[in-house]
């Protein structure tokens, strides 16, 4: 239930909504806006409504929200889109924004050359994974916390903000220290526990869909760091199981406007992990910007095929800046600004 404040409600009556929604054991989550206040009373929806707060003092009105997922829906956020800003770029709303590096942070070199090439090409952030959600255990799992010192390093000498993902709780604190954007994988979608943490580092969160998760499920596990007070999350699809085994996983790009059309958050593509081929990359990256994405995630590599990881489907270093540039046209046509 979204409780509507009046325009000018007081502390003391906004204070006085909270402690009845609390009272039903409801969560209140309140969205300060410059007009009018609004509290999602997030719990029993039975409990909610016998509360009678219509005619409450300083209640407007009460919008239900349907929906299973509240704080993420468009409703919630009375249609206005959440535009996140982090180190001076900007995701969402009008604005497209690059994320860009290697899979895995594998050495010094290869990490700085990559995020120098990015930066160069015009990318707004660098990624790199320092702890590795890898299928099988007796893959390369990443340098941990060796890596998130590189990844700062190359973020002193490039200016470039950071996206890492956060693999396990036990990391929160190292991942707070050196990330800019904490990423929950695709894996983590559903680890309800690590959202929460994420939730609480208060860093923006990069929240991957899972391989077999629904939309609705995606935007649920949204709530799950959103009700934690952290209201910088976007979204990222990338790529769904199907019966398709053509391409490591299926792409759903309809995703996209569908999500557009019931969350406020950003919603970003990851053509790589989608495609596990380099050569869908830029088809689908440009794909991405025409149906509205906010952005992309991509894998870029100087020598793909000496990766530790992704290799396949990492864009060679060097042919980054041509793809760059192609895929923010089709941006530009979407009527998106580069970040
Ligand atoms: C990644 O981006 O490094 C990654 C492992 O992606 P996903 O969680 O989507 O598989
Ligand atoms: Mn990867």
């Known amino acids: 239930m979204m409780i509507v404040m009046k325009e000018g409600a007081s502390k003391a009556e906004i204070d006085a909504v909270i402690k009845r929604v609390e009272s039903v054991g409801a969560h209140a989550h309140i969205s300060a806006g410059e007009l009018v206040t609004v509290i999602g009373a997030i719990g029993d929806r039975e409990h909610v409504a016998n509360l009678g707060l219509e005619g409450a003092p300083g209640v407007d009105h009460l919008v239900p929200i349907l929906k299973p997922y509240k704080l993420a829906s468009l409703q919630y956020r009375r249609e206005q889109r959440t535009v996140l800003e982090i180190d001076g770029r900007r995701i969402g709303g009008e604005h497209f924004a690059t994320i860009a590096g290697p899979c895995t942070v594998e050495s010094r070199e290869v990490l700085l050359d990559t995020a120098r090439t990015v930066r160069d090409a015009g990318a707004q952030f660098l990624r790199g994974g320092a702890y590795k959600p890898r299928t099988s255990p007796y893959s390369f799992q990443g340098l941990g916390e060796a890596g998130l010192r590189l990844l700062a390093e190359a973020k002193a000498e490039t200016g470039l903000p950071i996206v890492t993902e956060l693999l396990d709780s036990q990391h929160a604190d190292v991942i707070h220290e050196h990330a800019d954007v904490v990423q929950i994988g695709a894996r983590n979608m559903q680890n309800y526990a690590l959202l929460e943490v994420a939730g609480k580092l208060g860093l923006p969160v990069l929240l991957k869909r899972g391989l077999s998760s629904s939309l609705e499920e995606l935007l649920m596990a949204a709530d799950y760091v959103l009700k934690e007070g952290n209201e910088r999350v976007m979204l990222c699809e990338r790529g769904i199981r199907t019966f398709e085994t053509a391409t490591r996983f299926t792409l759903?790009?309809?995703?996209?406007?569908?999500?557009?059309?019931?969350?406020?958050?950003?919603?970003?593509?990851?053509?790589?992990?989608?495609?596990?081929?380099?050569?869908?990359?830029?088809?689908?990256?440009?794909?991405?910007?025409?149906?509205?994405?906010?952005?992309?995630?991509?894998?870029?590599?100087?020598?793909?095929?000496?990766?530790?990881?992704?290799?396949?489907?990492?864009?060679?270093?060097?042919?980054?800046?041509?793809?760059?540039?192609?895929?923010?046209?089709?941006?530009?046509?979407?009527?998106?600004?580069?970040?």
């Not at 050569?279 to 440009?286: I, Q």
């Open 252 to 339: 759903d790009l309809s995703a996209v406007p569908w999500l557009k059309l019931h969350t406020h958050l950003p919603v970003i593509v990851d053509p790589s992990h989608a495609t596990g081929d380099r050569r869908l990359v830029e088809p689908l990256a440009r794909a991405a910007a025409a149906v509205g994405a906010d952005g992309i995630i991509v894998e870029v590599h100087g020598d793909p095929e000496a990766a530790l990881c992704d290799g396949p489907h990492s864009l060679y270093a060097h042919d980054f800046g041509d793809f760059a540039r192609r895929v923010a046209a089709h941006a530009e046509l979407d009527g998106k600004r580069i970040a």
